[in-house]
């Protein structure tokens, strides 16, 4: 398996612009995350999905950005329009649960977002 | 509340030497998982390890080693004989069940540089 696959690995955005990241999970994985790591505040998660439907999105910050689940191996992460203290690194990870047992997550490489 | 310390903020040794990440979780769940990642400078997030709360064995890989305590709620790393490739941030991470919703928080991460 290829792992999860995050794309694009670097994007260099203007403020006010429109940012799509994107995310594969690894195939037969039934939960999805989405994180956000800076210096300031560490690694937060932002939105889970359990069989592509969100769980929790209490971490997203606020209405500019948005997560979708449209199929099991495919989702993205929009944040419009873009700021500056957007900027950070996004991980996006899998996992395979079933009732109490969790696996480990599996992480892509991430998205190093620059809003300038 | 539902928590993970990793109270070791930065940790700096000269290789060779041995040394251990602490983590100490806070649960009322009777089942969860613990976790370890390693995230090295070029910033991917790696899994080390995993262990669920009924399984106190201690684990050792290599020069890895993980002491999990229930009775002192700690799940501590040990690497022995340390070497600078293992200069990294190292995560402890808890997973529980909370209103039949999967949750899995992080500790802050330990920075752990390993000086030639």
């Known amino acids: 398996d290829a792992g999860v696959i995050q794309s694009p690995r670097h994007e260099v955005t203007e403020m006010g612009q429109e940012v799509t990241l994107r995310c594969k999970p690894i195939?037969?994985?039934?939960?999805l995350f989405w994180y956000r790591q800076t210096m300031m505040r560490g690694l937060e998660l932002l939105i889970y999905?359990?069989?592509?439907?969100?769980?929790?999105d209490s971490g997203m910050p606020e209405d500019r950005f948005s997560a979708k689940m449209p199929n099991a191996s495919f989702s993205t992460l929009k944040i419009q329009p873009s700021e500056p203290r957007d900027s950070a690194v996004y991980f996006c990870?899998?996992?395979?649960?079933?009732?109490?047992?969790?696996?480990?997550?599996?992480f892509g490489q991430g998205t190093r977002l620059t809003v300038v | 509340a539902q928590k993970v310390t990793q109270a070791q903020t930065e940790i700096s040794v000269v290789e060779k030497e041995d040394v251990t990440l602490d983590c100490v979780y806070e649960?009322?769940?009777?089942?969860?998982?613990l976790f370890w990642y390693k995230q090295p400078p070029s910033g991917e997030l790696v899994f080390l390890i995993r262990?669920?709360?009924?399984d106190e064995q201690n684990e050792i890989s290599g020069r890895y080693s993980w002491n999990f305590q229930k009775s002192t709620s700690s799940f501590n790393f040990t690497i022995t004989a340390s070497q600078v490739v293992d200069s990294a941030v190292y995560f402890c991470?808890?997973?529980?069940?909370?209103?039949?919703?999967?949750?899995?928080?992080w500790g802050a991460g330990t920075k752990l540089i390993i000086k030639p």
């Open positions: 990870a899998s996992s395979l649960g079933s009732g109490t047992v969790r696996t480990e997550a599996f």
């Open positions: 195939s037969g994985h039934d939960y």
């Open positions: 999905f359990n069989n592509n439907v969100p769980i929790d």
């Open positions: 649960t009322r769940d009777t089942t969860y998982y």
């Open positions: 262990r669920n709360s009924f």
């Open positions: 991470a808890l997973s529980f069940h909370m209103d039949s919703n999967y949750q899995l928080i």
